[in-house]
């Protein structure tokens, strides 16, 4: 049996179920940040990348602070108020890097090889190979994806969690 997470040896070109893993890693990143939906007419530009005390992660733009409390638009949720108290820690991003991303997920081993158990749950093939679902990630098509329920149910697949989170460790690693 065909794996279907791909090497060819060429920055870039890994497969995951016939997507490239670094469009496909990114986007399920960014859909699950918040990264770049519309609010009215303007983008929400993220500035902040806050972890909560409970694992959350909060990322969006910093509207101010008052009597402890930060006020931050985000692309999913609208206006969040969090307690300071609440946070784990609060990173100044100004713009997030795509290509740092794109570097942590095609260098780290632990999430190439998540992403190759990832591949093997039928769960996980069943949402990934909806054609829909797919079309939408190859276009890049993040409104479609962030309102699609079985794309949110796979980005809330603690393996794909899990598969971010070592993304963003491995970035934030590399910026000490």
């Avoid at 699950?32 to 609010?39: C, K, N």
């Avoid at 101010?64 to 949720?77: A, C, F």
């Avoid at 992403?115 to 069943?126: G, M, N, P, R, T």
């Amino acid at each position: 049996m065909e794996k279907t997470v791909k090497d060819k040896g060429v920055f870039g070109s890994k497969h995951f179920l016939g997507i490239p893993v670094v469009i496909f890693c990114g986007l399920c990143f960014f859909a699950l940040a918040g990264f770049a939906a519309e609010q009215g007419q303007e983008k929400v530009k993220a500035n902040a990348f806050i972890k909560l005390k409970d694992g959350g992660v909060v990322v969006g733009q910093v509207l101010g602070k008052e009597d402890g409390n930060y006020r931050i638009m985000t692309s999913t949720m609208g206006i969040v108020t969090i307690r300071e108290t609440d946070i784990a820690s609060f990173e100044d991003r100004g713009e997030l890097n795509w290509e740092k991303y794109q570097k942590a997920i095609t260098e780290n081993p632990q999430t190439i090889s998540g992403i190759q158990d990832l591949s093997q749950d039928q769960e996980v093939i069943a949402i990934v190979s909806d054609p829909k679902i797919k079309e939408a990630i190859e276009r890049q098509d993040l409104d479609y994806l962030r309102t699609n329920e079985k794309f949110l149910r796979f980005m809330n697949n603690p393996r794909v969690k899990q598969i971010i989170q070592n993304t963003q460790d491995t970035v934030e690693s590399q910026a000490k």
